[in-house]
């Protein structure tokens, strides 16, 4: 059995990008929030109080994220000998939460209470100026995100498989906003053409509706990972292809993957040796020194030889695999 492989350089790049992605998705939320407040205010709007309740969750998001992110970064030790980079998956999953009941529920429940009040929104051009500006400062947030998850995407994912939840929050998040204010902006807009004060609240728990589509969808994801969710099949196939094409191995039994961060992968490779490579090796060492080599302490030192190029050339390939294990039968 081999020894494990510790982290390499490349997790700072990703550690940056997600960095700057949060803290642009908070700043822009902090400035959108205060403006859909304003909005709310001048209109009472059930539509717009839900795009604000939106924002107000948006904004805490970003923190719980950040926490998460700093406390996945902290080191191993004796109690936590693999890390802490699953506290990225946690933490992400209490963000969600936060959506579904800051957003969603919130934003529903007025909706509703306006519906059974019978309440009149009023008429405000203004405040569909400032959603408008809202829609732009949340587009630019969306972009930002979208790009640096594409740079910390593995090979061969799909958006909804990445193992960086926090950035797959803010983008999730991001979308829902753009969504809710085009939401938030027919509802109102209907109401001031119609006088029909219905269809601002129907919009309302349109909106609630999304953001509760949108934060189980997280749930779910952030669960599956702290599990324990294998990584993608493309870097599994990789892996096999990888050690499979070695001369000195005869099969490749099993590949073990499992997600330990957002591009944390530890993995195990059972693997059978190839007798006649090792013969042929033996026979080859012999004609050239014209005597005969100890075979055993031989045996083990190509055995470690050959375990290190192994590991060196799949975590060339797959750089995201920090840890490591090969097993041999």
């Not at 029909?196 to 749930?219: C, E």
């Amino acid at each position: 059995m081999s020894g494990m492989h510790g982290p390499h350089g490349h997790g700072h790049d990703h550690g940056s990008g997600t960095a700057k992605a949060v803290s642009v998705t908070l700043i822009v939320n902090i400035a959108i929030m205060a403006a859909k407040w304003f909005a709310f205010a001048i209109t009472r709007s059930p539509s717009l109080f839900g795009e604000a309740a939106h924002s107000t969750a948006d904004t805490l998001n970003p923190l719980v994220l950040w926490v998460g992110h700093r406390r996945s970064a902290r080191p191993a030790h004796r109690r936590h000998p693999l890390g802490h980079g699953r506290e990225a998956f946690f933490w992400s999953l209490i963000a969600a939460e936060l959506m579904l009941v800051v957003g969603a529920v919130l934003t529903a429940r007025h909706g509703i209470e306006t519906l059974v009040s019978g309440h009149v929104p009023r008429v405000s051009t203004a405040a569909l100026i400032v959603m408008g500006l809202a829609a732009v400062g949340e587009t630019y947030s969306l972009v930002v995100v979208w790009r640096r998850l594409r740079r910390s995407m593995l090979a061969g994912t799909r958006f909804r498989d990445t193992g960086n939840t926090m950035l797959l929050a803010l983008l999730v998040e991001n979308c829902a906003d753009i969504l809710g204010v085009a939401l938030a902006c027919a509802g109102y807009g209907l109401y001031v053409a119609t006088g029909n004060a219905v269809w601002d609240a129907i919009f309302s728990l349109a909106i609630a509706t999304l953001l509760a589509v949108s934060s189980l969808f997280l749930i779910n994801r952030s669960r599956s990972l702290i599990i324990g969710e294998a990584a993608p099949p493309d870097i599994e196939r990789t892996v096999i292809r990888a050690v499979q094409g070695r001369g000195s191995v005869a099969e490749v039994r099993r590949v073990v993957t499992v997600m330990r961060g957002p591009e944390d992968i530890g993995c195990i490779v059972v693997l059978r040796w190839n007798a006649e490579w090792f013969a042929a090796k033996w026979r080859a060492l012999n004609g050239q020194a014209g005597q005969s080599q100890p075979v055993v302490p031989w045996v083990f030192a190509l055995t470690r030889t050959e375990t290190e190029s192994i590991k060196e050339q799949v975590k060339e390939l797959v750089p995201s695999i920090t840890q490591l294990q090969i097993e041999i039968i």
